[in-house]
């Protein structure tokens, strides 16, 4: 059988606007975290309201957005998981089950590093602490997210940072 290749339209305009939006939110919430605190919190809080939108597009909007089309069980990510050990992964359109749990990794710590940035601000050295602390974390997930878009492009021989960009796939089949 012969298949023509398609291109495909996994990220709706809302995920790459979000995507690219709360970067450089977090990248300059980063630059100004020490000697800029007000624009530092301004930014703390567009944060959340990203996050907020993003949750909703998460159970409303389309396919690949939603978390029922990307949130995988631990029986399938550990098939994904071995299928890439393998040297054979497999195909998924939006969100492999690693990427899709490190976008909830992502999602998670973010809320959390900005819920304690506003309780730091009230004061408090413990909160300001467990912020500094969560912001760490968040780098660390940050740096992983980024070597894993990187990798998986390599892996699946896939430019994943250009289908954030454009939103489009190029597939003459899937699996998933
Ligand atoms: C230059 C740096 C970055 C690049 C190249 C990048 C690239 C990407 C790519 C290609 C995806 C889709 C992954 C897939 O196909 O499964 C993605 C998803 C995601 N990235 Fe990044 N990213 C970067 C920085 C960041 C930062 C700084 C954050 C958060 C602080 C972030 C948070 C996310 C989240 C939450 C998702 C899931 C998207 C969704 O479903 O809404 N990324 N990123
Ligand atoms: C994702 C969002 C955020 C990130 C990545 C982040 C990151 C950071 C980092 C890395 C620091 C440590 C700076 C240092 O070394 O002194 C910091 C400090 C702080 N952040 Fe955030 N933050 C975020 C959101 C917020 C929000 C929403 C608020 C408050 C409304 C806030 C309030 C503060 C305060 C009060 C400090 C202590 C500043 C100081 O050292 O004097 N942050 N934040």
């Known amino acids: 059988m012969h298949n023509t290749p398609q291109q495909i339209t996994v990220w709706d305009p809302f995920v790459r606007t979000f995507h690219w939006t709360l970067a450089v939110t977090y990248l300059l919430a980063w630059i100004t975290a020490e000697d800029w605190p007000g624009l530092h ?11 907020g939108l993003r949750l909703i597009w998460g159970l409303v909007g389309t396919r690949h957005a939603r978390f029922t089309g990307f ?14 050990a393998q040297g054979h992964p497999k ?54 997210h980024v070597l894993g878009v990187l990798a998986s492009s390599l892996l699946h021989a896939e430019n994943l940072i250009g289908a954030m ?4 796939k190029t597939r003459d089949n899937i699996d998933v």
């Open 41 to 51: 919190e301004q930014l703390g809080y567009f944060v959340l309201v990203l996050l």
């Open 71 to 84: 949130v995988r069980g631990p029986t399938e990510a550990l098939g994904y998981l071995r299928s890439l």
């Open 91 to 144: 195909d998924y359109l939006g969100h492999n089950p690693a990427g899709g749990w490190m976008a909830i990794g992502l999602i998670i710590v973010l809320l959390a590093t900005a819920a304690t940035g506003i309780l730091a601000n009230d004061g408090g050295e413990l909160w300001e602490e467990l912020h500094e602390g969560l912001a760490n974390i968040l780098l660390l997930l940050v740096v992983v």
């Open 165 to 168: 960009l454009t939103g489009k």
